[in-house]
Structure formats: C-alpha cells, structure tokens
C-alpha cells in the first residue's frame, strides 16, 4: 500500500499594489514613474533594458506589451 505524500505549492503573487512616483525638476512639467516590482520581472523574464510599451484599454486598466519578448530560459533543476 502506498503511503500519501502531501505536496504544497507555494501560490504565486498575481497582484502587485505600488504606487506613482512623480519626478519635479524646476521649470519642467513633472514625470511620473512606476517601477516593476522585481518578483514579477522575473517571473516574466523581463531584463533591463527591455523595450515595453503601454496598451490602454480603458480609464482602470492598461496592459504592458513586449514587443520582442526575450526567449524564455529554462533553468534546470539538479536531481537529487
């Protein structure tokens, strides 16, 4: 008879609160910034320097488009 083995997946974040920064420089309109949280690049595969660009569906929502999305890495595991 089998033994049970419980296995437990650790639930990956789907949502990512952050806030708009705003860059004021004298004499110059203000900037405003969003930085990507990291665990979500990463989970993604977004490297620096990436060129993204912003897809506005409406007034609350907006999706990030990749044009040239980098091949995704696979990185393999060492079986024990």
């Known amino acids: 008879m089998?033994?049970?083995?419980?296995?437990q997946?650790?639930?990956m974040q789907t949502s990512y609160p952050l806030r708009v920064q705003a860059i004021r420089s004298r004499g110059q309109n203000p900037r405003l910034y969003?930085?990507?949280?990291?665990?979500?690049?990463a989970a993604i595969g977004l490297e620096p320097g990436e060129q993204v660009q912003w897809?506005?569906?409406d007034r609350g929502?907006?999706?990030l488009v990749r044009p040239k999305p980098a091949a995704p890495s696979s990185k393999s595991r060492a079986s024990k």
């Not at 089998?2 to 296995?7: D, F, N, P, V, Y």
């Not at 969003?34 to 690049?41: D, G």
């Open 61 to 63: 929502e907006l999706h």
């Open 34 to 41: 969003v930085s990507f949280p990291l665990a979500l690049a």
């Open 9 to 11: 997946y650790k639930k």
């Open 2 to 7: 089998r033994a049970k083995t419980s296995i």
């Open 55 to 57: 897809e506005l569906l």
